[in-house]
């Protein structure tokens, strides 16, 4: 088996603690029934185009929360921070990611943004610092799944799709990965991650090895 030279993390949910256990989190603070978020936002067709405007820097995160708020019925003041304020750094992918770059592999991140303003997604993770390049669609103005935005990262990073592995919790992101050449995986359990992307690199990632 030849392994991979080069890693492709998304970040919210997968560097990080899980999205949807946030989003639960914040409708339950605001008396919302469960699921309301993402019936409301993802997958009603209004929500979804807002949301993409979002991610490819159309539209301002604070015009975002304006919308969403008046759309869900609650106050829109920093909404995406305040839905997303239980999420914490994923201690082990952070980790694997490190042992990753010390090993030779290069590592990227690749993640559909929401602005900066007013609530920072990437604040204190220095990801400039600690990976070898880094795409956030809002600066680019594509979004995943889009191949080109694939593309862009593979450029930065200098390696071919066939020489990388593209991490992601969103399972509807890896067919266009796939298609370009890259191995994939699905986040879903940091450990299991971590198994599939040694055999993947070939190199110990887990914080005991």
């Given amino acids: 088996m030849t392994h991979r030279k080069g890693l492709v ?27 309301t978020l993402l019936t409301g936002l993802y997958l009603d067709p209004e929500g ?6 979002l991610e490819r820097g159309e539209l ?18 920093n909404l995406m921070g305040r839905i997303f304020a239980d999420l914490r750094p994923e201690a082990s992918m952070i980790t694997a990611a490190a042992a990753a770059r010390r090993a030779g592999v290069r590592v990227g991140i690749l993640s559909n943004s929401v602005g900066p303003h007013p609530w920072n997604l990437y604040e204190g993770h220095e990801v400039d610092r600690h990976y070898d390049a880094v795409v956030l669609s809002e ?17 930065k990073l200098g390696l071919s799709a066939q020489e990388c592995v593209f991490v992601d919790d969103t399972a509807h992101h890896l067919p266009a990965a796939a298609e370009l050449g890259f191995a994939v995986v699905h986040a879903e359990e940091p450990a299991k991650t971590i198994g599939e992307l040694e055999a993947l690199l070939g190199v110990p990632l887990s914080a005991g090895n």
């Fill in 9 to 35: 993390l998304d970040f919210g949910g997968v560097l990080t603690t899980p999205l949807v256990t946030a989003a639960l989190a914040f409708e339950q603070r605001e008396g919302l029934a469960t699921g």
């Fill in 139 to 155: 600066e680019v103005g594509m979004r995943k799944p889009d191949p080109e935005i694939f593309r862009l990262v593979l450029k």
């Fill in 48 to 53: 979804i185009r807002l949301t993409q405007e």
């Fill in 60 to 77: 301002t995160q604070t015009e975002w929360n304006t919308v969403a708020g008046h759309s869900l019925g609650i106050p829109s003041d």
